[in-house]
């Protein structure tokens, strides 16, 4: 059965600082595993995802994560927080349907980043 | 850019109604999804739709349960009795393909409320 652990509920840095919101997963297969986000009262927006290719994945507002399978980790970091990145953050895994897993994802239960001047 | 929309955004409804959650897809996306966020909870998965037909199910999609595509732009969700854990956030999403390159692309969510 595949997982995803997020460490940290609630993570506060103050604008211009790094960010780094960490997530291990647990797959039986080899894995695909994403970061969501989620601002108040909006849908969830991928923020970037990692597919078995280069382990260290760019992502849409200067977002990145690098996936490390010996610590079974995919965490989430930006080296400048904006106040614009107050949201909900979800990593979420799925298991490759090639190698006999499932379509569905399995969401974290998520990070909530506040930011702060 | 193209987006997956979903109607009403918020319902309040009395135990044991019925209620119908609506999506519109992404006009070019084939495979279609149910997810709901209850208060406080993951988000979890519902239901996968694929060729007019149910491709997975959660075991939280049980009879009370339904999905259709009425028409070939609509793709709908219906609640036979709700009760009071049915109250979430109902996320509909769409996707191109199957594959671990397919991104699913999700709605802003239709807030349930049982009384």
């Known amino acids: 059965a595949q997982s995803v652990t997020q460490l940290d509920s609630h993570v506060s840095v103050s604008e211009g600082t790094p960010v780094l919101l960490r997530c291990n997963y647990s797959?039986?297969?080899?894995?695909?595993l994403f970061w969501y986000v989620q601002h108040p009262n909006k849908g969830l927006q991928l923020l970037l995802k990692?597919?078995?290719?280069?382990?260290l994945v760019k992502g849409i507002n200067g977002f990145e994560a690098e996936f490390k399978k010996s610590e079974t980790s995919f965490h989430l970091t930006k080296p400048s927080a904006h106040m614009s990145d107050a949201a909900e953050y979800f990593c979420?895994?799925?298991?490759?349907?090639?190698?006999?897993?499932?379509?569905?994802?399995?969401f974290g239960t998520g990070t909530q980043l506040k930011v702060e001047l | 850019e193209p987006e997956v929309t979903q109607t009403p955004s918020h319902q309040v409804t009395q135990m044991g109604q019925e209620v119908i959650l609506r999506c519109v897809p992404i006009s070019n996306h084939l495979y279609f999804y149910w997810y709901r966020q209850i208060l406080g909870q993951k988000v979890e998965f519902l239901v996968s739709f694929y060729n007019n037909e149910i491709s997975e199910k959660s075991e939280i999609f049980d009879d009370q349960f339904s999905v259709e595509r009425p028409d070939g732009s609509n793709f709908t969700l219906k609640i036979r009795s709700t009760k009071l854990e049915d109250s979430a956030m109902y996320f509909c999403?769409?996707?191109?393909?199957?594959?671990?390159?397919?991104?699913?692309?999700f709605g802003e969510g239709s807030r349930l409320t049982v009384l």
């Open positions: 999403a769409s996707s191109e393909t199957r594959t671990s390159a397919g991104e699913l692309f």
């Open positions: 979420v895994v799925r298991t490759d349907i090639l190698t006999g897993g499932g379509n569905k994802l399995t």
């Open positions: 990692y597919t078995s290719a280069a382990t």
């Open positions: 797959s039986s297969y080899s894995p695909s």
